[in-house]
């Protein structure tokens, strides 16, 4: 279940980005394993049919050939080691669950010695990306047989108690509600990719309320809530601005994220192709840029969670009928 891109030129286009980039993709391409495991939801865009790539890896074979990047594609967790992961420049995840555990997709999972070394080659200096549900996922609380409805509640901020994936990436997905617009602020024009993002960004997605942010995040993009619908599934919007795209250092390494990513036309967006290689140019160190922590100034309200929706009451079994007399 691995592929590799190819090294020749191909037709998407380099919206916003960098000469500096441009010039350093030339140089030596940097290697990124692209892994999209489900353990969890499989995404439509990440899926593979007839042994063939996803619609994700395609994409990003031609970017990465444009961008020198030079991408696997893998759903296989056995491979993290120290060794496999050495390799790399960086690692961009488009994934969901409890990668420990076979899950939905039956692909192998990681070992929890490979989660560790994984989290240990990020901290010691190798990038990190990741779009829309890596943020969904080594939940707190989850796994080790302990299930999403077992786990303690998502609407709670767990600081330094998070799970030490979470603590990596900067953030956790709680919901989500239905697809709709949701403006985009974009925070720092200066970061790679980011002056492509116009003021009246606000594309259809399916939007992540999120939580527990790092205290150092670097916020690229806010999510404006005013406009967003706030009743039934869309509870998940009543709460202040919060950070939907952001920059972060964890120890040594460099790490991206993007909350967009799950629909085929934000895929085909070349605004998103900006942010998402942008920041993937960051991660792997072909660009520098400031990533001073900004996350108090960009959204105060980051930390105010929406209400937690009331659990339906358990139902109540059936009272058995009265047996029936039979006639004599």
């Known amino acids: 279940m691995i592929l590799r891109t190819g090294t020749v030129a191909l037709g998407l286009g380099l919206t916003g980005y960098s000469a500096t980039a441009r010039e350093a993709a030339q140089v030596k391409p940097k290697r990124v394993l692209f892994f999209s495991k489900s353990s969890g939801f499989e995404h439509d865009m990440i899926k593979r049919k007839f042994g063939q790539r996803s619609k994700a890896e395609n994409i990003l074979a031609e970017l990465g050939a444009a961008h020198g990047i030079d991408f696997t594609f893998s759903k296989d967790g056995s491979l993290f080691t ?85 603590l990596m990436l900067g953030g956790e997905f709680i919901r989500h509600g239905s697809q709709q617009k949701a403006h985009m602020h974009s925070i720092d024009k200066n970061f790679p990719g980011e002056s492509a993002v116009p003021a009246d960004f606000a594309p259809v997605e399916e939007w992540y309320s999120l939580k527990d942010f790092a205290p150092n995040l670097h916020v690229l993009l806010v999510q404006e809530t005013g406009d967003m619908k706030h009743t039934g599934p869309d509870v998940v919007y009543d709460r202040p601005p919060y950070p939907a795209t952001w920059a972060r250092m964890h120890g040594q390494g460099r790490v991206f994220y993007t909350s967009m990513g799950h629909r085929d036309d934000v895929w085909a967006n070349p605004v998103f192709h900006s942010v998402l290689m942008g920041g993937l140019a960051w991660a792997v160190r072909n660009v520098d840029a400031d990533v001073t922590p900004n996350i108090k100034e960009a959204a105060p309200g980051a930390w105010d969670l929406p209400p937690e929706p009331e659990k339906p009451a358990p139902k109540k079994a059936a009272e058995p009928k009265p047996e029936e007399k039979k006639p004599q």
């Not at 939905?104 to 549900?133: C, R, Y």
């Open 82 to 166: 120290p060794e496999y992961l050495s390799q790399f420049d960086a690692y961009f995840f488009y994934t969901t669950g409890v990668l420990t555990e076979p899950g939905t997709d039956k692909q192998p999972p990681m070992t929890p010695e490979g989660k560790a070394a994984f989290l240990d080659a990020i901290k010691n200096g190798k990038g990190f990306v990741g779009t829309h549900s890596a943020a969904d996922t080594f939940h707190t609380g989850e796994g080790n047989g302990v299930t999403a409805d077992e786990a303690p509640t998502r609407y709670k901020n767990y600081g330094e108690g998070a799970d030490p994936y979470v």
